[in-house]
Structure formats: C-alpha cells, structure tokens
C-alpha cells in the first residue's frame, strides 16, 4: 500500500532530522500563521562563553574566585549559562565546591549555600529589582551594552560581581526568519527572558522588529495566549525549562533537541533533533502539502 501523505511526510520530517510526534501534529503544522521564537539556544548557537568576568571592588574578591563561587552555585543546572560558567571555571583549571540546598528558578537564575554561604547567581534585572546597588547595575549595564547576557553573583544577599555571557547567532538563523516570515505573512514575535539590549540587538540582526524581553516563563505563554486570542495559531520554538509552558500553550510547539532540556523535549509536539533550525520553515511546508493531498 501507499503510505497515506501524513505519515510520508512525518518519515520525510525524520529525514530532515525532525521528529513529529503524531500525525494529528503534522497536519497542525501546515495551518500555523503566527510564529514565536525564543532567543538562547534557539536562535543562537546555545553554546555561550563566559567573556567578562568582572569582581566588584568591593568584594574584595578574584576574578577566579568569583568565577569558582559561581560555578559551584551554577553546576547541577543544565542552562546554557550555567554550562558556559561551568565550562569557564574548568578550563581554568579551578577546584569547584559542591553546593548545598540547590534551586533553580526558571528565567531568573539559581540558589544554593556554597562554602557555608547563601549563593545567587542569575538575572541583573531580577536580583537587583528594587534594589538600588549603583555599581553592580553599572557593571551589568556595561556588559549588555556590548552585547553580553550580564549574570549577577551574590553572596549572602550582597552583589560580588558580574559575569558577561555572550553565544553566537546561528547560522542559519536570519535564512529561516526570512522563511517562516515568508509563510505565514508575519514576521516571528521574539519571546525572551533574557535583558531587553541583546534581545534588541540581536532581533534587528535577523529581521525581527516585535520583541518581547525579559519575560518569565507564564510571560511567554501571555504572549501565544494573545496571538491566539487575535486569532492566530501560533508555532512556539524554544529550548529551556522556561519554555515548556509556552510549547504547550501553542497550537504547536517545537523544541530544539541539542540543547534542549527534557521537559521542553517531552512538552513539545515535535523535536528537532538534528539542530537545524532551517528545519522548521521545512516540517511546516512538508505539512501544507500533505494537507492539501488529504483533502
Ligand atoms: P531565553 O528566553 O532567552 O532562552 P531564559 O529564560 O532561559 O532565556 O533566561 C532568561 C534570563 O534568566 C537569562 O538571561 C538570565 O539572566 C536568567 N537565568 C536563567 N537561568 C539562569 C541560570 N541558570 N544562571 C544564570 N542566569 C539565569
Ligand atoms: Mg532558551
């Protein structure tokens, strides 16, 4: 028998490295006409580096001391910030202590106790809030302004220093916003948690002008929930825990597999598993036309 075009076109999904979790997926994919993509890890590499490291003076702390305190505190997270901090202290070579009474908190950052001291390490906007720490908030500015995702490192509650993050954009990304604008009419809405100067300064690199920073994971989901309301379907793209609501609130979520944390993985109705975000504009033609064979 001839494969009925739904299910060619899954296996024709699985050839270009995506995975569609049920046929009813597949032909969801082809009447999608909105598009939300988040930054980290989805539009850029996900692999960041650690390339500020910057002690308050203050602190009275080393630059590898700082680094060694935010490692520890960064180290049972699986955040692509987390890794780049990990990654940074090991590379040089530095003995990183075991934290105590993790948590992690999405879009924000982490806690523990290391070396008998409460740690936090995360979001400037979101340790600082209300706050006024005049040379941390300084710091944090400085580095965005070059770019750089700035994470906050406090201990027991003072700031310490700052480290400044900075991935590079995929490939392939501006070639794909170019091609999901091309289908569904609209440019992709950009939905970040990270500081609103690198989610501007990279959307205008790939030709996004709607963008929506420093949100939260529920904040991600307001944002699908009112493309919906205006009556568009909307196709999700992350990769983080803090995407997971938003991949189930859409018509159609898609995670990026590489990268991607098992809860976007298991939330999502497909998973790119080979890295390519160019698959995307790809799975959503390969459904339009299976559709148009159904009906
Ligand atoms: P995006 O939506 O761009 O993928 P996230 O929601 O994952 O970004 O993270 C948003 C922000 O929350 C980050 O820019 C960072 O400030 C902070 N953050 C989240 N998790 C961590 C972490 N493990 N360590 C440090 N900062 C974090
Ligand atoms: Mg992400």
Redesign the pocket.
Known sequence: ATMPPLLSAIANAGRHGVLIKSAVVMEQLGQVDAVAL?????LTEGTPRVTGIRPLAASGLSEEELLRIAAAA?HP?E?P??RAIVDAARTRDLRIPVVEDFT?A?????RGTVDGKAVA???PARLLAGRADHSAAVEAARLEDEGC?A?LVEVEGTPVGVLGIADRLREEATATVAALTGLTGTAPVLV????PRAAARLAEEVGITDVRAG?LPHDKVTAVQELEQAGRKVLVVGD?V??APALAAAHTGIAMGRAGSDLALETADAVVVRDELATIPTVVHLSRRARRLVV
């Open positions: 988040d930054k980290t890890g989805t960064e997270s955040h910030l987390a992690s999405p879009g924000t950052g982490v390490v995360g979001s995702t994470v970040t948690g990270d500081n949100l983080g803090n995407d």
